[in-house]
């Protein structure tokens, strides 16, 4: 029976279904099929986005938008330029490091690629750079925003794995900065062999002026991990800090935030959470019906009897997770796989934290490629150039992506150093 319902579900997301129409169908058949009473579906539904942590999902949505908004974007944008704008490159490695410092606000790679995205690349074109170099840069430094904290993508994990939202946060830090210097390192060729412009030499005047216009944005990260690991709040309430904090600095401290932006913004993160809450409730009813089928005790058993390695484990994880990410966003991922993957590293003794970043990486590297892709097709969509003409400019800087996610898998204290010595 249950090769039918996948076998459906494979069916329908290749004729282009929505991801979530997809497994409702394909769920919906199976329950008739079975004859299990319909109640299950609402039941399943009700209890998957019945989560305290997942209110915080919503509220870093608003962040993003409030700051893009607000000023907040242009001014971490004016910062890191002074700062590596002077390299060979310049305005590349100023993406990078300018999605460094957003990521530590947002927590969304479509944020990212949304926001600062369409500061970066009309700067980029402005000053001589190629249109499909400033899209496929800007698409491959927003898959830092999940991975550094606060982290939307690690909430969901955390929820659907028991994992510790705290140590999650801590854990994505280092393997967050490999992938700004990776990327960094492949601009600096990449600008060489293309002799990409850079700027001149920045006084200190110039980098104290813009690091006093942006300081308050730059507390961002710093008001948030701060009060969650000093105990002040939780990972979810500090997602209402933010929101209010960016408000602030929008309405008060820069101005730029009107209450006429408000009812567009509010829309967009309805709009935002509307799919992904529809995404969340279908997969519920789904993970439900793989665990009726004893789908994760069968991978088990077959793993036990096979031998199969934590190493080797983490290998085939890693392929399944990248396939995964081609042709379907995150949560619905890490929702689907969680009921499957929980019981085999929790046998074969894999940190959760430590799995939980190499999930979260895999799936944002994933999401650069075809067919899906949606932070390659954000990104496109600001640089006004083809999804396949991006991915082709874009493949280049994944190989690096690539180089830190065979780094932290094999290798975890790169991801685990942070949350041992800060949290016991």
């Known amino acids: 029976m249950i090769l039918l319902i996948l076998t459906i579900l494979v069916f329908l997301v290749i004729l282009n279904t929505p991801i979530s129409i997809a497994v409702a169908i394909a769920s919906f058949i199976y329950l008739l099929i079975e004859n299990v009473p319909l109640v299950i579906i609402p039941q399943q539904m009700f209890q998957i986005v019945n989560s305290f942590p997942f209110l915080a999902f919503p509220m870093f949505m608003l962040v993003g938008l409030l700051m893009n908004a607000g000023g907040t974007s242009s001014r971490i944008f004016d910062f890191a330029e002074s700062l590596v704008g002077h390299l060979k490159g310049g305005l590349g490695h100023v ?5 460094l410092i957003f990521s530590g606000m947002s927590g969304s790679a479509i944020a990212d690629a949304g926001g600062l995205g369409a500061i970066e690349i009309e700067a980029m074109r402005e000053r001589g750079y190629d249109s499909e170099f400033a899209v496929a840069i800007t698409a491959a430094s927003s898959t830092i925003g999940p991975i550094i904290p606060p982290s939307v993508p ?3 994990y955390a929820m659907a794995f028991d994992a ?5 946060f801590l854990a994505g830090f280092i393997p967050g900065i490999l992938m700004a210097i990776a990327l960094m390192i492949m601009v600096f060729f990449y600008a060489k062999k293309r002799n990409y412009p850079k700027a001149a030499f920045p006084s200190m005047k110039k980098i104290l002026k813009s690091f006093y216009k942006s300081f308050l944005a730059l507390l961002t990260p710093v008001i948030l991990l701060g ?3 000093l105990g002040v709040f939780t990972p979810t309430e500090a997602a209402v ?3 209010l904090w960016a408000s602030f600095l929008g309405f008060v401290i820069y101005k730029e935030l009107k209450f006429s932006h408000l009812a567009k913004i509010f829309l967009e993160v309805v709009i935002r959470i509307g799919v992904v809450l529809f995404l969340l409730a279908t997969v519920g009813t789904f993970t439900w019906i793989l665990t009726r089928e004893n789908i994760p005790q069968l991978l088990l058993s077959f793993i036990t009897s096979a031998n199969i390695t934590p190493p080797v484990f983490l290998l085939i994880a890693n392929c399944v997770l990248l396939l995964m990410g081609m042709i379907t966003t995150v949560t619905p991922s890490i929702i689907l796989l969680a009921p499957i993957f929980f019981p085999i590293i929790e046998k074969l003794g894999i940190d959760p934290v430590h799995f939980g970043v190499i999930v979260v990486l895999n799936l944002m590297i994933g999401n650069l490629t075809p067919p899906v892709g949606p932070v390659l097709y954000v990104a496109s969509a600001m640089g006004g150039i083809s999804f396949q003409r991006a991915f082709r400019y874009t493949f280049p800087f994944i190989i690096p992506l690539l180089v830190v996610l065979f780094l932290i898998t094999y290798i975890p204290g790169i991801v685990l150093f942070l949350p041992n010595l ?3």
């Open 154 to 156: 690690m909430i969901i």
């Open 241 to 243: 800090v933010a929101v």
């Open 95 to 99: 993406n990078v490091l300018a999605s």
């Open 422 to 424: 800060l949290m016991k």
């Open 164 to 168: 510790s939202i705290g140590r999650l």
């Open 227 to 229: 009060g969650i690991f």
